[in-house]
């Protein structure tokens, strides 16, 4: 009995061991470096649609005309990129591309919005009450923004016979905050094709 009993116990332990599945690996990959696994919105996405669409948005003539007019650079809050898509994108990973895309371009400035900028009005205000005098930055020394800049990212997705096409559309505008004119429009597509082997 104890034999069966030992032998049923050394079965079940060789069935454990094949039931552990495939091994697993992972290794680093360069983050610039597109890795498609499907065809949903990937950070690829999100880094050349900023790129792209920010570069635009400096080619409009609205860009020239307020710095001749100024002798300086637009200052742009971002308000709100909203997602109507059909899937989970992660706006602020998007909008923080916006950001280091306007930087990049060397031509635009951008102030702090929302959550972030009443953090940091927080921040002065306790600076005020409990930092050294000589340290404290004093409230009402913000910078105004000159234009807001707004969008959304739409998508649909067809799909026949093993082959399905995601289609993305992104719509930004800016807004000139002095007179509510909406100086530049913005759209920017991507299709892909995902097809089953």
Known sequence: MKS????????????????????????????????????????????????TMIND?????????FVQANNQRPVVIVQSIRNRSHEHIPVNTFINDIRRAMLMTGQLEFVAGGEERDEIREERLDQELNAREDTVNAMGQEIGADFALTGEINSFVDSLDGQRVTYYQVDMKLVNLLDNREVWLGTERIQKLQQRR
Not at 20 to 39: C, F, K, M
Not at 60 to 65: D, E, I
């Open 4 to 51: 069966i009993h030992g032998a049923l116990f050394a079965l079940t332990i060789v069935a454990l061991a094949a039931c552990g599945g495939p091994s697993v690996t992972v290794t680093r990959e360069d983050p610039n470096q597109e890795i498609a696994l499907t065809d949903r919105w990937n950070a690829t996405d999100s880094r050349l649609v900023s790129e």
């Open 57 to 65: 948005m400096v080619a409009f003539p609205w860009y020239n005309q």
